[in-house]
């Protein structure tokens, strides 16, 4: 058996188990950070996000070697991947076949007796993205909370200067004070108003591999 042979037996199983057709990539294409083109057998999209979700390594080969190759293969693309994909490999040594999910970090594979379902796959792909989402709204919630705080206590220092007669601010310098505080408060808000301009942050879009 080739390793088209591999592949296409690959696509009748991942069809059986609900993939459809404009989930499932060939020749995936995937950047290296030195712009070197790399290219995953097979990778799975979610259809509603354009995220990848899972990628697999399809080897043929001889005992003992297919396997770690392929292991190798996939960790070093999922590494390329910022959606943090299902690693899997897809193997087959003479007439045996192996199905593995490679951990990224190690290349350590541990084998499995079929690969998941469709909806099994988004389901847990879609609820890893939702925890790590609100993972990153939570540290953003408290570095934000931090700064208010700080920003509280500046306020309330010039107030207490300026009852006391300590100090007065002038006009000017309170103008910059605001510039300050609003320099602060920007990088956690989407728009941000100030002296009658207005900032936005800017998004990237995701860009999609057809």
Same mark, same amino acid.
């Given at each position: 058996?080739? *390793?088209? !042979? ?27 950070? /030195? ?68 951990? !990224? ?12 379902? $469709? ?12 925890? !790590? ?11 934000? /909370? ?7 206590? =500046?306020?309330?220092?010039? =107030? ?8 007065? $601010? ?21 728009? $941000?108003?100030?002296?009658?301009? *207005? $900032? !936005? ?10």
């Amino acid at each position: 058996m080739n *390793e088209a !042979e591999a592949v296409n037996i690959l696509l009748q199983e991942l069809k059986g188990l609900g993939y459809p057709d404009e989930s499932i990539r060939f020749e995936f294409v995937v950047n290296s950070s /030195s712009g070197q083109r790399n290219y995953i057998d097979v990778a799975i999209i979610d259809p509603d996000t354009n995220d990848v979700v899972a990628i697999i390594e399809v080897k043929n080969g001889v005992k003992g070697n297919a396997l770690s190759s392929a292991a190798r293969q996939v960790a070093s693309y999922a590494k390329l991947l910022p959606s943090s994909p299902l690693s899997l490999v897809y193997v087959f040594e003479g007439d045996a076949k192996q199905i593995g999910i490679v951990n !990224e970090s190690d290349g350590g594979v541990t084998l499995i007796q079929s690969l998941p379902s $469709f909806n099994s796959l988004l389901t847990g792909g879609r609820a890893q993205n939702k925890v !790590e989402a609100k993972s990153k709204s939570s540290r953003i919630t408290d570095r934000f /909370s931090i700064v208010c705080y700080l920003l509280a206590c =500046l306020v309330a220092a010039i =107030l207490a200067l300026d009852i006391t007669g300590t100090y007065k $601010f002038s006009s000017q310098q309170l103008t910059l004070l605001g510039i300050f505080i609003g320099l602060l408060v920007i990088p956690f808000a989407a728009k $941000f108003k100030l002296l009658g301009m *207005e $900032f !936005e942050r800017y998004s990237d879009g995701k860009s999609k591999n057809t």
